[in-house]
């Protein structure tokens, strides 16, 4: 079982729609990053957060610690919002663990 | 600021070559990470440097991988001989810091296809 599990794998969404992705995780964690993939390029850090919600534009991410539960969520979504999705959580041993990712296909 | 930059961008070769891959990573960023990405998954760590010293290489196939890191600034990976199985993308990351404001910059990768 991987230490940090994503849902869905992957998600079609019209332009417009509000899209949430989730991770779930099963380690005692220092800090979780949300980072962005797209295809044929490298991966970009989207939000490192350890406790609350944290905004960027139309994206939110949250987490529970108490649950070991993050969301993130865009809102309005564009089609230059394809990409893959990954949850990373870095454990109080200071080790990442990587989700397999979201893919994300937003059609006009 | 200049990102992490890597070297090549895509490689094929035949199983039983080696290969190796190169990685800068951003001016001061003492920690330095290894990822191999195979298709359809999240990033799995190889090796960890911290300056020119390893910190993790647990997850790293001895065998047949090896990483250095010599002046703590870039760093080489190899493979040798490679296998089918090495067919992945191969990401290098750093940070400046560690604990739990640590945030990772990634490299571009390099995709290599073992025929």
């Known amino acids: 079982k991987n230490e940090v599990e994503q849902s869905p794998q992957n998600l079609t969404a019209q332009e417009g729609e509000f899209i949430t992705i989730n991770c779930s995780y099963s380690?005692?964690?220092?800090?979780l990053h949300w980072l962005q993939q797209h295809p044929g390029g490298g991966i970009v850090s989207l939000f490192m957060?350890?406790?609350g919600k944290k905004k960027h534009g139309r994206l939110i991410a949250t987490i529970n610690i108490q649950e070991k539960h993050s969301s993130l969520h865009i809102t309005a979504s564009h089609p230059r919002d394809s990409a893959v999705y990954i949850c990373?959580?870095?454990?109080?041993?200071?080790?990442?663990?990587f989700g397999t990712g979201t893919s994300l296909t937003v059609i006009p | 600021e200049a990102g992490v930059a890597q070297s090549p961008r895509y490689k094929i070769i035949e199983k039983r070559q080696s290969v190796a891959f190169w990685c800068n990573p951003i001016?001061?960023?003492?920690?330095l990470y290894w990822y191999q990405q195979i298709l359809g998954q999240g990033p799995k760590l190889l090796i960890q440097?911290?300056?020119?010293?390893?910190?993790?290489d647990s997850q790293l196939p001895k065998d047949r991988f090896s990483a250095e890191r010599l002046k703590g600034v870039d760093s080489t990976l190899k493979i040798q001989p490679a296998k089918l199985e090495d067919s992945a993308v191969y990401l290098c990351?750093?940070?400046?810091?560690?604990?739990?404001?640590?945030?990772?910059?990634f490299g571009s990768g390099t995709q290599l296809s073992v025929l």
């Open positions: 380690v005692g964690i220092s800090a």
């Open positions: 957060l350890s406790s």
């Open positions: 990351a750093s940070s400046s810091l560690q604990g739990v404001g640590e945030k990772l910059f």
């Open positions: 990373a959580v870095k454990n109080t041993g200071n080790q990442f663990y």
């Open positions: 001016s001061g960023h003492a920690t």
């Open positions: 440097f911290q300056n020119n010293g390893v910190v993790d």
